[in-house]
């Protein structure tokens, strides 16, 4: 009978999380199936939705005594094979059914057409760029909060990604409020723009590099492919022109001010309490003088809010109207201990930047008005 | 002015969450408010809803220089006392506000009227009996999955408390399945039947008994109520009759069989993946033989599970179809490391004890025709 045996069951479940993420969530679609091929000492794992496409393979994690072939049911394989009691764990075919054997017990899962699963998407070549995997994909991670979520500009859903050649500057913005961030690119490389990689994608796509090395990337027409030992993923790019947004952000500002990030975080969870449901604006205020201060005020019907925080660093006064939820957002994307905040005008955007040395990431929400 | 200094806030936000949870969660009521009452180094705590009525005392852990009463939101309070930054805090009344301060940062919440803060429930002289209060508690939670949802008997929804004057009877079923379980009373006492708590008011008793001592119950014509040195806490009673389950009870059994509590549920948890959303309801055997064994198995139209469960004593061959979200909220609610399942037959309900010498505790699940 044709079998194969789980030679390491922790390394398959983690294989099978990180392909089922990318499987469709629609549980009549073929797409929420992931297809496994098993070949001797090799497992090939397939799952695509309607944006990504992508395929693990592995070595010596299992043994199969044929080739074998199946497509199942994603997340419920996945929950299956996660839940499965102590012992050997042997997987056969039999039928139009998977059957996991453990000891005595028996998990039968019907399988899927295998000729109705989509075709594995080709790595396209392209504009090759090459990165640091973890890096990157902490950058790219602490981009999503700013990405829109509405359909009627498509374009900004996505993650807008610049080459100049030595680095690459990634942008998302919903037009409330923006963050952007640069990646240095390890070879030098061709120059490219409007390379806007769908939110959705964006987090199967840090699944995968989590690893400690250097990875590749290839941008043709309206994909972007990713290939290493291991994982071959693809995923579609948002068609249209990410708009400028370059005169978006200030380069003078009326006051800067110093804050302790956890500090401030903590205090806007607690504007955010006393707003409750009546809004998600609040006001700051730099106070300058002996005792210079950064505060915020929120007043509802039931609530009245005055918070004083202690700065490392004093500006000049200024006060601006802020929605507390996107300044949450954007200080728990930034890893600093302090950030600084740069504010060009009660009626301009402000600036957040981790206050690092030589950091290139920075946030900015605009005023409510 | 008049004010509090809150000198234990630990203990403080301990005590305003035991009373927040008896608060109303209809924001509009005056009942989702708490009282607080402050006098030198006493604080007294309110809170009542429909059901339950708390009032909480505790002494030196705040300091008022003033006799202080005010009604302000339970869990607006109490979150804001929870997320308060490091530092002393005072708490000032001042007009129609409460404001908490904390160095020079302020919160401020409307008070709600005093006057329409409904009286404490006083404590009714009845029928006394003591009980050790965290094996109460413990024995009192273990009921409430048997507890019935539905409204149409509404006496199923509580919990029907037994004494015969030398140990209370726990019983709790919604006709489908039932839970009982006997806690020894520490002074003989007189004999009742027929007191029925809400479940909604259990969550909140049990939390008022984790400390390791003897606590006294009174039961009045419809309503339990507790007094120890912190606590008064009374809740109505449900009217009704509560019906007589002795005959549902079976007390002879085909078949018995000893299995692993862990195990079991974790078998009941792969059955559930593999039920989904197509089903509640397996099939469980046990099967003698030279190597007797406890099956489960299940089908839906695509999943098809046979487990087989180790056993430490076996039993005569039967089968019995059983719903496994019963079940499983049965092996939660039991401690022991293994239970005995006795089946009175394939149409008769399954009894669930816990493996323990001298427990009184079990569990009943009617059989799915």
Redesign the interface.
């Known amino acids: 009978m044709t079998s194969i045996k789980i030679k390491e069951t922790k390394a398959l479940i983690d294989l099978l999380g990180k392909a089922s993420a990318a499987a469709s969530n629609k549980p009549d679609s073929i797409r929420s199936g992931i297809m496994i091929v098993a070949k001797k000492n090799e497992i090939t794992i397939r799952a695509a939705n309607e944006t990504i496409s992508v395929q693990l393979n592995a070595k010596d994690i299992t043994e199969a005594n044929e080739d074998l072939i199946f497509v199942v049911?994603a997340k419920?394989f996945l929950?299956?094979m996660k839940?499965?009691?102590k012992g050997e764990v042997v997987i056969i075919v039999e039928d139009k059914?998977v059957?996991i054997l453990v000891?005595?017990?028996?998990?039968?899962?019907?399988t899927l057409a295998i000729d109705e699963f989509p075709k594995p998407v080709a790595y396209e070549e392209g504009k090759i760029f090459q990165v640091e995997g973890p890096e990157f994909a902490q950058s790219l991670s602490a981009m999503i909060h700013a990405c829109s979520d509405s359909e009627t500009r498509p374009i900004l859903t996505g993650v807008h990604i610049v080459s100049n050649g030595k680095y690459l500057t990634l942008i998302a913005t919903d037009s409330h409020r923006l963050m952007a961030t640069a990646v240095p690119i390890l070879k030098e490389t061709e120059e490219f723009k409007n390379v806007v990689v769908p939110k959705t994608s964006i987090k199967e796509l840090t699944t995968l590099l989590t690893d400690e090395k250097e990875v590749e990337f290839s941008i043709s027409d309206n994909q972007l492919s990713l290939k290493t030992d291991g994982v071959l993923f693809t995923t579609r790019l948002l068609e249209g022109s990410f708009p400028d947004v370059t005169k978006l952000i200030p380069t003078t500002y009326e006051s800067e001010v110093v804050v302790h990030r956890e500090?401030f975080l903590?205090?806007l969870?607690?504007t955010k309490?006393?707003l409750?449901k009546s809004g998600k604006v609040a006001l700051f205020h730099v106070m300058e003088g002996t005792l210079p201060?950064f505060n915020i005020e929120c007043k509802t019907?039931?609530?009245?809010?005055?918070?004083?925080l202690f700065i490392d660093e004093a500006g000049a006064s200024i006060s601006i109207k802020l929605d507390v939820y996107f300044l949450t957002d954007c200080l728990q994307s930034i890893n600093s201990q302090k950030v600084r905040l740069q504010i060009a005008g009660t009626m301009k955007p402000m600036l957040i930047r981790p206050e690092i040395q030589g950091a290139t990431q920075f946030g900015l929400v605009l005023p409510v008005r």
């Open positions: 049911p419920l929950d299956m839940k499965l009691p059914n059957i000891g005595k017990s028996s998990y039968g899962i019907s500090e903590k205090a969870d607690r309490t006393a409750g201060t019907e039931i609530t009245n809010v005055f918070e004083e």
